[in-house]
Nanobody
Framework: QVQLVESGGGLVQAGGSLRLSCAASGLTFSRYTVAMGWFRQAPGKDREFVGAITWSGGSTYYGDSVKGRFTISRDVAKNTVYLQMDSLKPEDTAAYYC?????????????????WGQGTQVTVSS
């Protein structure tokens, strides 16, 4: 079992910034996790890939809608991944989820991930 605890969600104005954190724990995390990713889901819409970061090398991957605005980073010692969100837009409003991946491919697909956080709400006002 891997537990993912998210924090940092909230209400911000358009153009503002927010940083999400996701702290992982559990006996199997360091053994099997090769990457961590972020997804988001707005009401009535499909879950969307936001970005991912490989655990060993720190290589990052982003969805087209957030490139240039969001930055993923990680602190390996703390088993924590971050999502720095800048230049926020109302269309960024969604529940954001972090997840662990045990394979080093297909990061944009939900099926690549095995453990998920509870989600944290981000609301961007006009």
């Amino acid at each position: 079992q891997v537990q993912l605890v998210e924090s940092g969600g909230g209400l911000v104005q358009a153009g503002g910034s927010l940083r999400l954190s996701c702290a992982a724990s559990g006996l199997t995390f360091s053994r099997y996790t090769v990457a961590m990713g972020w997804f988001r889901q707005a009401p009535g819409k499909d879950r969307e890939f936001v970005g991912a970061i490989t655990w060993s090398g720190g290589s990052t991957y982003y969805g087209d809608s957030v490139k240039g605005r969001f930055t993923i980073s990680r602190d390996v010692a703390k088993n924590t991944v971050y999502l720095q969100m800048d230049s926020l837009k109302p269309e960024d409003t969604a529940a954001y989820y972090c997840a662990t991946a045990s394979r080093a491919w297909g990061f944009s697909f939900e099926t690549s991930y095995n453990y998920w956080g509870q989600g944290t709400q981000v609301t961007v006002s006009s």
